[in-house]
């Protein structure tokens, strides 16, 4: 559940379906945010700090702060906030708590971070490869061979492709001279936004796997995907989470300089 000094929700009564869930979802973000944008995150720790509160899950927050919505609108307000793939939140404004002390608590420097982002990248191109393996010998495609479907292309059109070229947009921004004045914040929103996606995808994934294995509702290559996804899920999110969080503080500070 929330801190207790998040904003008192506002009133849903009068307003139609659709106003009531946009209500909810810009109630929540109002409150809450992805933690990467202010959360302390130490990988010697286990990834992120939630030192002011969290991680709060967004359909406890929505359905404890809005108890006469219907349940199909706190699913739809939900849908909403987790659409880019954030599923752990942080609380907004900590500083503004009237007599709360900040933790004495600090973040590596920006410099050593993106010492660390190599090797995340490194990582995230290992498990990109492999999903992109999986799926050609899936279809029986080989590199370099024709195919009317991209073999980096997954079934709900996550393009792998995109994550490879990310990563070498970031590895060349990391090589420049003077990386935190002249890195391209384009080229890092671009591969932050497409990692964010990447992790949305492979929480998701983890999630619905065993009831699509269960089932049986997963093709033969999105089982085999699925099963990738499970048996590496720590290791991949291992990576993924600090390298969006400083991809998303490097953009930051690029364009303080800029």
């Known amino acids: 559940m929330g801190r207790g000094n998040e904003s008192s929700p506002p009133s849903l009564d009068g307003l139609e379906r659709e106003e009531r869930i946009e209500v909810m979802r810009d109630w929540f973000l109002a409150n809450f945010e992805d933690p990467s944008q202010n959360t302390p995150h130490d990988s010697g720790e286990g990834g992120f700090q939630y030192i002011w509160g969290g991680p709060y899950d967004a359909s406890d927050e929505i359905g404890s702060a809005f108890p006469d919505a219907e349940e199909d609108e706190i699913e739809e307000a939900v849908d909403l906030v987790q659409e880019e793939g954030t599923y752990d939140w942080a609380p907004v404004n900590f500083g503004d708590d009237e007599g709360l002390d900040e933790p004495d608590f600090r973040l590596e420097p920006l410099s050593e971070r993106l010492d660390a982002l190599a090797g995340q990248l490194s990582q995230i191109e290992g498990h990109v490869a492999e999903l992109v393996r999986i ?19 997954l079934e709900d059109d996550l393009d792998l492709g995109e994550i490879q070229e990310s990563i070498e947009d970031v590895r060349a921004e990391l090589a420049k001279p003077s990386r935190e004045a002249d890195a391209d914040p384009e080229k890092l929103d671009r591969a932050e936004s497409r990692f964010r996606r990447f992790m949305g995808w492979i929480r998701e994934q983890a999630a619905n796997a065993p009831k699509n294995l269960a089932t049986g509702s997963v093709t033969a290559i999105g089982g085999a995907v699925t099963k990738y996804v499970i048996d590496n899920f720590d290791g991949i999110v291992a990576s993924l989470q600090p390298a969006i969080s400083t991809i998303s503080a490097w953009a930051d500070v690029v364009r303080m300089v800029i």
Do not use: A, K
């Not at 799926?135 to 024709?146: I, K, T």
């Open 135 to 153: 799926v050609r010998d899936g279809n029986g495609v080989s590199p370099g061979m024709g195919h009317n479907r991209p073999p980096e292309l």
